[in-house]
């Protein structure tokens, strides 16, 4: 008589268990490195968009500093301007050009009112003409979901140029 081992058959089993097992790892490895890289690629698209609001307000404060009365007073007010560097001055353009083919930025300028009585900025009052409430706006073009980063400062005519 003949005996039968419980081993045979198992092999086949193990086989597709074991295959199971890297299919599954394999699978959680795969989607974890996408988060990975999205999140790196946001992470990036955060940056750089930081540093065109940096450039952008440095340039402005250029401007300021070279001439108020012959760039910042001339702009027109809730236009949407971008500054432009030529090699040797940064100037203000209209409308904003896309940057690197990935960005856009605009630099909208609206008036400052002042309270008649304390001087301090508000909401009505008489309008300050050396000073300009800037808001940079950074949007990104191809990246999902959309990224857009907005920062807000006053300007003022510190030197009365």
């Given at each position: 008589?003949?005996?039968?081992s419980l081993s045979q058959?198992?092999?086949?089993?193990?086989?597709?268990?074991?295959?199971?097992?890297?299919?599954?790892?394999?699978?959680?490895?795969?989607?974890?490195?996408?988060?990975?890289?999205?999140?790196?690629?946001?992470?990036?698209?955060?940056?750089?968009?930081?540093?065109?609001?940096?450039?952008?307000?440095?340039?402005?404060?250029?401007?300021?500093?070279?001439s108020w009365n012959g760039t910042?007073?001339?702009?027109?007010?809730?236009?949407?301007?971008?500054?432009?560097?030529?090699?040797?001055?940064?100037?203000?353009?209209?409308?904003?050009?896309?940057?690197?083919?990935?960005?856009?930025?605009?630099?909208?300028?609206?008036?400052?009112?002042?309270?008649?009585?304390?001087?301090?900025?508000?909401?009505?009052?008489?309008?300050?003409?050396?000073?300009?409430?800037?808001?940079?706006?950074?949007?990104?073009?191809?990246?999902?979901?959309?990224?857009?980063?907005?920062?807000?400062?006053?300007?003022?005519?510190?030197?009365?140029?």
């Amino acid at each position: 008589m003949r005996t039968r081992s419980l081993s045979q058959g198992f092999g086949v089993i193990e086989i597709i268990v074991a295959a199971a097992i890297f299919i599954t790892i394999t699978a959680v490895a795969a989607s974890t490195w996408q988060l990975y890289i999205r999140i790196a690629n946001a992470s990036t698209n955060r940056a750089q968009a930081a540093m065109l609001i940096e450039e952008a307000s440095e340039a402005l404060q250029i401007l300021r500093d070279t001439s108020w009365n012959g760039t910042i007073a001339l702009t027109t007010l809730n236009t949407p301007y971008d500054v432009v560097w030529n090699g040797s001055t940064y100037s203000l353009a209209t409308p904003p050009a896309t940057i690197q083919g990935r960005f856009t930025r605009s630099i909208v300028m609206s008036q400052v009112l002042r309270d008649g009585i304390t001087g301090d900025i508000s909401t009505s009052g008489s309008v300050d003409p050396k000073t300009r409430k800037v808001v940079i706006t950074i949007s990104t073009l191809e990246a999902t979901p959309t990224l857009s980063i907005e920062s807000e400062m006053l300007i003022h005519n510190t030197y009365g140029n």
